[in-house]
């Protein structure tokens, strides 16, 4: 059984290729139970739903017919996520470098820089 607020292997979670070791396991983790509401609840209390999730930042998933369907998110949260998603793009990009041999030494990536401004404040 996986506690919160224990670290374990990464490998005993996913079968990923990185250099990430251990997950750690939130403890403020959410219950299904209290994030998971059908659409007809999101449609009785819409103004009353979006006022708690902005002041809690929680996220609400809606179902219709049983399904789950939507996710419904205070906004500043979102943007964190897509940030967040972004940076991971940046590192999986940056790994996918790394294992094709795209890689140069930092002194010879700062003079091309340099190169390159030079080269656009002359013309």
């Known amino acids: 059984m996986i506690g919160t607020g224990e670290i374990y292997p990464v490998k005993n979670f996913l079968d990923i290729d990185h250099n990430m ?9 959410m219950k299904y139970s209290e994030i998971i509401r ?19 930042k929680k996220t609400l998933i809606i179902t219709q017919n049983g399904e789950a369907k939507a996710v419904v ?4 949260l979102y943007e964190q996520n897509m940030e ?7 590192l999986a990009q940056s ?9 140069k030494p ?7 820089l340099e190169s390159r401004i030079r080269e656009n404040t002359s013309k």
């Open 38 to 56: 059908p659409i007809s609840f999101l449609k009785a209390h819409a103004s009353e739903l979006i006022r708690e999730l902005s002041k809690s």
């Open 73 to 76: 998110q205070d906004i500043k």
């Open 84 to 90: 967040s998603m972004a940076l991971l793009k940046i």
């Open 95 to 103: 790994n996918n470098s790394v294992r094709n041999g795209k890689i």
């Open 106 to 112: 930092i002194s010879k990536a700062f003079s091309d």
């Open 21 to 29: 070791d251990y997950i750690l396991v939130k403890k403020d983790c």
